[in-house]
């Protein structure tokens, strides 16, 4: 948005801010008065409440009578996950069935019905947390301080009672299903042990141990006898070969050496007789008595060697037969003790199977039994995670209406509203007043502001530079009236126009006291009333209209209108009498000759027009003058209504020389440039000398 658009904002600085506030103090202090007022009423109304806190200690694992294990331990859970296991526990402080049992239990010792709603008194409870701490707060409020330590108690009692309630329940519902088990395993243990004693009665077993041990020994003993009856036996048949080799051999005195003594004496008998015939042959002849008898005698030892040889040999060859059957009957006896021995280890593996299934069932049994005794304890337990560390007490004092917490916020809500409104009626105040204003918002040139005059008849505000020229305000048009005189025109300033966009604005004074200002330099200056509707410079020198600008129209001459002024070099031209087509005579060659008959007499000539919104007067004179000057009267015509007269003059080319400030407070304008500005040039140079 361009500086000329309409509409346009101009930024305050910190210091205009500043100064905004301070004028506006007392809309700010009267804001923030009824704010406080307000609070203080309500303070003084509203309904007190009061809070009891209750503090509990909570831990994530209870103590127990006796060490047992929990039906749901999940303390070493908790212990990672400390933080959600706090908030469910806050989760469960604050839900409704909670709410709902302290309620009905506050209900039955006939207290005060204001929390006989479940919803009412969750409103009223307040559960938080310490940080780094095992505690809890328990915060209930209540218009009764009794009846709130008793609210915060109660939930800290229910609270405590459910918990220790969670505990027994669990191991309750499991005692209760151990119960069952129990008497499905004593079954099962009953019958395991019929199957054991039906089984040995079967078997008919009374030790089935002592049964394969015995039939392990005896197979023992077997294995030992057959072993020797089979080595005897393979003795024997070796002798009997022995003897059958021998015999085949007809090797009779070996046979007879491995044979019984009386076998081994003959033997030794015939190999006597044997030596003896042997000795007769190599001395005696065959007929030899001695030989023949030898002979004979050789022969009967032979033959009754032979004889007992035989004799001996089936005698062997019995015996032989005999350890055979011996060892025939001692391995039939091994295999059938063997086969009794495999059916006493397939009965007692039997057994054993029946007795495991038994010890299994009797541990199961056991354990539960054991169980069942620490869920008994746990469901009588009175030991619990929550320990109320202070009970709640009835509070002294209200917690609610905090009257200087109130006081305090209503005071600040109130600066800040009275600053609002402040700022508010400064912002809608889009009157003109700082050169910044003027420069943005209108972009034409600040000529100047002329402060207040503090004076009842308007001859001593237009004559005040006269009376007064070491004041402020003369101060100030001096000020004006160098901006003027740097104008940048191509020629010295000779006829300046002075309007405004509205009516009142001050611009037959500020004519005055500018041609006052002009005239202090030794210029001639001239005023002329160009307001043929309205005409008020009469009235500034306290003067009759007489003849005047109407009446040169007329044909009169100049030197008969115009009049001089109380300031030296400064003349006035009225409008005279009342003429018709005020606008026509001002568009007139008339009225060109007249400002150029001025020319040639004065140096300056200032012409003071109607306002250039409501009539054209000021639009047609623009083309006959040098610049205009635009007066704006502070806190009057709008931004909008200002920029709409530059808009019109612009239109038609005229050449606007600024804006001039009329009439401004320094001690009320929102603009501190202008208090700054009072300051400096009236306490430091009231007393100088006038230029």
Known sequence: MSPTSEGQFVTLGLHELWTVLVLRKRTIAVVAAAALALAALYNATATRWYEA????????????????????????????HRDLFVTTQLDILRSRALATEVVERHRALGQDPLVDDVDTFLDLMDIRARDKSDLIDIRVQHTDPEQAAILANLVAEVY??????????????????????????????????????????????????????????????????????????????????VIRASQARTDLHSVAKSLDSDVSALAAAWTAARAEHAEAAARYGDRHPVRIATRARLDQLEDELERDVDA????????????????????????????????????????QQLELGLARTQAFYDQLSRRDGELQLQSQTQLNNVRVVDPARAAISAVWPRSLLNLAASLLLGLMAG????????????????PLEVTRYLDIPYLGLIPRIDV????????????????????????????????????????????????????????VLLGTTFAKLGRRVVIVDADLRRPRLHKVFDADRGLGLSDVFAGGSLDDVLRRSPVDGMSYLTVGSQPEGATELLASVRMTNVLAELDERFDLVILDSPPSVLIADAAILSRSVDGIALVVREGTASRKVVFDAVRRLRSVGADILGVIVNDLDVHRSRSAYYADYYRYGYAEYRDDAVA
């Open 53 to 80: 806190t209750s503090i509990l200690q909570l831990t994530i694992q209870a103590g127990q009578e006796v060490k047992t294990d929990k039906v749901n331990d999940l303390d070493q859970y908790h212990r990672w």
């Open 160 to 241: 405590r009672e459910h918990n220790l309630d969670a505990t027994r329940d669990a191991a309750v519902e499991a005692r209760s299903w151990i119960s069952q088990q129990l008497e499905s395993y004593q079954a099962e243990v009953d019958a395991g042990r019929g199957r054991v004693r039906q089984y040995l009665a079967d078997h008919d077993l009374a030790d089935i141990d002592e049964a394969v041990t015995e039939l392990s020994a005896r197979a023992e003993a077997l294995h030992k006898a057959h072993a020797a009856a089979r080595t005897a036996r393979i003795e024997q048949q070796a002798r009997v070969e």
């Open 312 to 351: 001996s040999l089936q005698a062997e060859e019995a015996d032989l037969e005999v350890l055979a059957a011996t060892e025939e009957r001692l391995a039939a006896a091994i295999d059938t003790s063997r086969a009794e021995l495999l059916e006493r280890h397939r009965q007692r593996d039997g057994y």
């Open 419 to 434: 600053v609002g409104v402040a700022l508010l009626r400064d912002y809608v105040d889009d009157s003109l007043v700082s």
């Open 456 to 511: 009842d008849a308007t001859t001593q505000v237009a004559l005040h530079a006269h009376h007064q020229p070491t004041s402020a305000a003369s101060e100030a048009l001096r000020s004006i009236r160098t901006v003027l005189d740097m104008n940048p025109l191509e020629r010295p300033l000779q006829r300046l126009l002075v309007t405004s966009a509205v009516k009142s604005e001050g611009k037959t004074s500020t004519s």
